[in-house]
T-cell receptor, first 112, second 114 residues
């Protein structure tokens, strides 16, 4: 089975930096994704990591350590529109396919 | 359209009735997923189709739930004898089916069982 853990809620200030952590336990690890989901909307893709290290994409960066089963999403220069749920998802090989399992998400609130 | 299309967007049904939810994936995407999301919760995996392989049904919560994918494209999720605990948003997603390809989600079907 799989186990994916994220904090339930976080609060940060506009203009600041916030780091959202994700730890996972899985067999057949084959990549980790971060998604953003605004209330009432579908999740949208943010980043993908399969090798150790940092992937940077504008204000958003994602880090992976496979040996520690750990990832984080770093959001810089926070804006009010960044208030959303952030979902960590782990892909693992199963029966020859690629199943993607989501964590319960971290609700981020950006305040003035 | 260019995105994943789901219908209906909203469905209200009486307990005990059967419902069918439809998903039209992005053209050319070989992988198709169904997830369920209850209010304020994460995404619960239901079922996954990849090309012509046997689907991964490991997430279906009971034998009242079934899904099929015809011609490698459109998928239908069927819930028989609906119960109130089935009320949730049902999300469909598709991808190219290769390791690095992200899932593209539809806007979901909000199912309410009264």
């Amino acid at each position: 089975g799989q186990n994916i853990d994220q904090p339930t809620e976080m609060t940060a200030t506009e203009g600041a930096i916030v780091q959202i952590n994700c730890t996972y336990q899985t067999s057949g690890f084959n990549g980790l994704f971060w998604y953003q989901q605004h209330a009432g909307e579908a999740p949208t893709f943010l980043s993908y990591n399969v090798l150790d290290g940092l992937e940077e994409k504008g204000r958003f960066s994602s880090f992976l350590s496979r040996s520690k089963g750990y990832s984080y999403l770093l959001l810089k220069e926070l804006q009010m529109k960044d208030s959303a749920s952030y979902l960590c998802a782990v892909r693992n090989l199963t029966g020859g396919g690629n199943k993607l399992t989501f964590g319960t998400g971290t609700q981020l609130k950006v305040e003035l | 359209g260019a995105g994943v299309s789901q219908s209906p967007s909203n469905k209200v049904t009486e307990k005990g009735k059967d419902v069918e939810l439809r998903c039209d994936p992005i053209s050319g995407h070989t992988a198709l997923y169904w997830y369920r999301q209850s209010l304020g919760q994460g995404l619960e995996f239901l079922i996954y189709f990849q090309g012509n392989s046997a689907p991964d049904k490991s997430g279906l919560p009971s034998d009242r739930f079934s899904a099929e994918r015809t011609g490698g494209s459109v998928s239908t999720l069927t819930i028989q004898r609906t119960q109130q605990e089935d009320s949730a948003v049902y999300l469909c997603a598709s991808s190219l089916g290769v390791d690095y390809s992200p899932l593209h989600f539809g806007n979901g079907t909000r199912l309410t069982v009264t």
